[in-house]
Structures are given as C-alpha cells and as structure tokens.
C-alpha cells in the first residue's frame, strides 16, 4: 500500500507564511490562520511543504488506504487561497450563498481574498466542518 505524500513536518509555520510573496495572499494567510487556531484550539503545523494543518485524524478509505490528515487545513496557493474544510459539508448549505464570492471542489473551498468573502460566514462553515469531523 502506498504511503501518504503529505505528512506533518517541523517546518516553521510563521516562517513558511511570512515568504508568500503576494501581500494580500500572506495577510490573508495569516488571518485564516488566527482564525482556524481560535477555532480549533490547535497550534498549526505544516503538513509536506505548503499545507497548514490544524490537529489530526486518521482515515480509513474503502479502498483499505489508511492515512493521517489535518482535522482542517489550508493552502495559499497561486491562484486562490485552498481552505480543506469540505469534507463534510454539503455545497447546498445555505451558509455558501451567504459566503460571497468562492468556489468548491472536491473537499476544497477556493477563495481569490478574504475582501470578497463575509468572514462570520467564513468562521460558521469551519465549525460546522471541526464539528463534523471530530463526531466521525
């Protein structure tokens, strides 16, 4: 079976955050940060090289793979802010058509900036996605 690409490392959490080059992408890094920690109640901790992960699960898959994962995640990506909150969450809750301009896919919910979004909403989705996470 193969193992898992994407692990916890010790790398730096601020350090990685504090060299995204694109201003508005770092703050608003920074910020779902806070806001995942707040959450959470976790310390963030990166997970391969570009993940934020906060706490942990482990998955079971019906296929037998088996592999540990951020209970939820982020990842400032080049084109959008990746949040790994979805797994969850179904895309006909009501709290999407209140978030503003996103998009989904897979488990991932894509965000241009954090201007675009109502950022109540944003904190109401990644406590319904712990919430239904830590019950699995």
């Given at each position: 079976?193969?193992?898992?690409k994407t692990k916890p490392t010790n790398q730096s959490v601020d350090k990685f955050l504090k060299t995204i080059p694109?201003?508005?992408?770092?703050?608003?890094?920074?910020?779902?940060?806070?806001?995942?920690?707040?959450?959470?109640?976790?310390?963030?901790?990166?997970?391969?090289?570009?993940?934020?992960?906060?706490?942990?699960?482990?998955?079971?898959?019906?296929?037998?793979?088996?592999?540990?994962?951020?209970?939820?995640?982020?990842?400032?990506?080049?084109?959008?802010?990746?949040?790994?909150?979805?797994g969850e969450l179904s895309e006909d809750n009501e709290l999407f058509k209140k978030l503003g301009k996103h998009s989904?896919?897979?488990?991932?919910?894509?965000?241009?900036?954090?201007?675009?979004?109502?950022?109540?909403?944003?904190?109401?989705?990644?406590?319904?996605?712990?919430?239904?996470?830590?019950?699995?």
């Amino acid at each position: 079976m193969a193992e898992a690409k994407t692990k916890p490392t010790n790398q730096s959490v601020d350090k990685f955050l504090k060299t995204i080059p694109d201003a508005t992408k770092r703050e608003d890094s920074m910020k779902v940060a806070a806001i995942m920690t707040e959450i959470t109640g976790e310390k963030p901790k990166m997970w391969g090289t570009s993940i934020v992960g906060f706490g942990s699960r482990h998955l079971k898959y019906a296929s037998g793979r088996e592999g540990d994962w951020p209970l939820i995640a982020f990842s400032p990506r080049k084109q959008n802010l990746t949040l790994y909150i979805m797994g969850e969450l179904s895309e006909d809750n009501e709290l999407f058509k209140k978030l503003g301009k996103h998009s989904i896919g897979g488990s991932c919910l894509y965000i241009k900036r954090l201007a675009d979004i109502d950022t109540p909403t944003l904190k109401k989705l990644i406590r319904q996605s712990v919430k239904a996470r830590a019950n699995r």
